[in-house]
């Protein structure tokens, strides 16, 4: 590469976003930021940047360490940027998983009868 790349497309070739179109309305929302600036959709992305996206309820940290701007395999993803994620962000998902609780697997089907009973009155043990 000749040292840059646009963002969006970098985002998108590093498996970030799954479409170049979502990355570009990620950084114009203020989603992306590199350095701690927000950035648009057409700067440059140059090599030892470090971009943060986030994605709710998580802010993603990665260290740019080579550019591309063809969409990688994801066994390649790691040659190009490093997470660095701190450990507290990815702690907010275990936190949310956990929240889900009353979320159905998927496949088991509507709720019985007895589901609904069973639900009614563990809620109203509650009060």
Not at 38 to 67: F, H
Not at 84 to 101: H, I, V, Y
Request: aromatic letters at 8%.
């Amino acid at each position: 590469m000749d040292g840059t790349v646009r963002m969006d497309k970098f985002l998108w070739s590093v498996r970030l976003f799954k479409t170049r179109a979502l990355a570009a309305e990620a950084c114009e929302k203020g989603h992306v930021t590199v350095q701690d600036t927000a950035c648009k959709p057409s700067r440059q992305v140059r090599e030892g940047d470090v971009i943060s996206v986030r994605k709710m309820p998580v802010v993603y940290r990665y260290r740019v360490l080579g550019l591309t701007g063809n969409r990688l395999p994801a066994a390649r993803v790691p040659e190009f940027i490093a997470d660095e994620t701190p450990a507290a962000e990815l702690e907010k998902l275990d936190m949310a998983r956990m929240a889900s609780f009353g979320l159905r697997d998927r496949g088991t089907g509507r709720p019985t009868k007895k589901d609904r009973r069973e639900l009614d009155d563990f809620f109203s043990g509650m009060d």
